[in-house]
């Protein structure tokens, strides 16, 4: 078992264990939906609402090593929580309080990556959402991956109402339109496969005739 699963299941069962809400999301659930590549730790939405985080901090604290000297601290200015499970993989505990991340932890569902581990993972809209607005290189691959793997499955309805909400927190509306460019290209490299698979598979003309 990658070490990985190792840490996603100890934290899993210590979130369930207290009837928390959650779902993992990051590199795990892209592995669940997209193309697979390594990944170093394990990120986890945590709803915990606004006002009463450190009920939640705390018990993490008590279970889990920090990687920060102040932890609480910090995750009350950041929103994250940066622990460590006990083989040493780090682990990235969000803690959740937006109409989105609710939606995100309701529409989650457990996903077997292999036997004996069974994870909560977020879905496939939401991913492309949560990469969508993070932005950054690594995140539009894993976009690229999904999209290549779930259209034409991708409920596109429920990413045109997300995105743009998250995105206006940041100032940031071009998202919206890379994403919908990214869908456009793709959707277009999937037509036009066919017609190029049946140009290389037509005889080609033999040497000297004139067809």
């Given at each position: 078992?990658?070490?990985?699963?190792?840490?996603?299941?100890?934290?899993?069962?210590?979130?369930?264990?207290?009837?928390?809400?959650?779902?993992?999301?990051?590199?795990?659930?892209?592995?669940?939906?997209?193309?697979?590549?390594?990944?170093?730790?394990?990120?986890?939405?945590?709803?915990?609402?606004?006002?009463?985080?450190?009920?939640?901090?705390?018990?993490?604290?008590?279970?889990f090593?920090?990687?920060?000297?102040?932890?609480?601290?910090?995750?009350l200015?950041?929103?994250?929580?940066?622990l460590?499970?006990?083989?040493?993989?780090?682990?990235?505990?969000?803690?959740?309080?937006?109409?989105?991340?609710?939606?995100?932890?309701a529409r989650?569902?457990?996903?077997?990556?292999?036997?004996?581990?069974?994870?909560?993972?977020?879905?496939?809209?939401?991913?492309?959402?949560?990469?969508?607005?993070?932005?950054?290189?690594?995140?539009?691959?894993?976009v690229?991956?999904?999209?290549?793997?779930?259209?034409?499955?991708?409920?596109?309805?429920?990413?045109?109402?997300?995105?743009?909400?998250?995105?206006?927190?940041?100032?940031?509306?071009?998202?919206?339109?890379?994403?919908?460019?990214?869908?456009?290209k793709?959707?277009?490299?999937?037509?036009?496969?066919?017609?190029?698979?049946?140009?290389?598979?037509?005889?080609k003309?033999?040497?000297?005739?004139?067809?």
């Open positions: 078992m990658i070490p990985q699963f190792q840490a996603a299941l100890e934290l899993q069962s210590f979130l369930k264990e207290r009837g928390w809400s959650f779902c993992i999301i990051g590199g795990l659930a892209v592995f669940r939906w997209g193309e697979f590549r390594t990944t170093q730790d394990v990120d986890v939405t945590l709803l915990t609402g606004f006002g009463d985080e450190e009920g939640f901090i705390r018990p993490l604290l008590e279970r090593a920090s990687r920060k000297p102040d932890a609480e601290e910090f995750a200015r950041n929103r994250v929580l940066l460590t499970a006990s083989n040493d993989v780090g682990v990235d505990v969000s803690l959740g309080a937006l109409p989105f991340e609710e939606q995100l932890v989650a569902s457990a996903f077997a990556f292999e036997p004996g581990v069974s994870l909560i993972t977020c879905s496939a809209e939401d991913l492309v959402v949560l990469k969508a607005f993070a932005g950054r290189g690594q995140d539009w691959r894993d690229e991956g999904v999209l290549v793997r779930q259209e034409p499955r991708l409920d596109w309805k429920y990413i045109r109402e997300w995105l743009p909400q998250l995105c206006e927190l940041k100032e940031a509306p071009e998202i919206v339109d890379q994403l919908e460019a990214m869908r456009v793709l959707d277009k490299e999937r037509r036009d496969a066919p017609k190029a698979l049946r140009d290389l598979r037509r005889p003309p033999r040497r000297g005739s004139n067809k």
